[in-house]
């Protein structure tokens, strides 16, 4: 079992940035084998992946688009 020293509210953590990760059978952590499929719930993105880099490029991807997009719409609404 995991433990952690951090605990975080999860009332204060935003829905936008909430994925939905499903391992495949064949994921098996201890041995550093990471397979399966994430989706991005606000948007609908998903991807499938064979790897731990790949799961992580796929985060940080959806979560720079979004970061993007609220610069794009916060520049909008200052012009």
Same mark, same amino acid.
């Given at each position: 079992? !995991?433990? =952690? ?6 009332? @204060?953590?935003? $829905?936008? +940035? ?14 550093? !084998?990471? =397979? ?6 606000? @948007?609908?993105? $998903?991807? +499938? ?14 979560? !720079? ?15």
């Amino acid at each position: 079992m !995991l433990s =952690s020293s951090v605990t975080t509210d999860v009332t @204060s953590l935003p $829905t936008k +940035r909430t994925f939905l990760i499903r391992l495949s059978d064949e994921a098996n952590p201890e041995n550093g !084998l990471y =397979s399966g499929r994430v989706e991005h719930l606000q @948007s609908g993105q $998903t991807s +499938r992946f064979q790897s731990e880099s790949s799961l992580r490029k796929f985060l940080s991807t959806v979560l !720079l688009d979004q970061l993007k997009q609220e610069q794009s719409e916060q520049n909008f609404e200052d012009s």
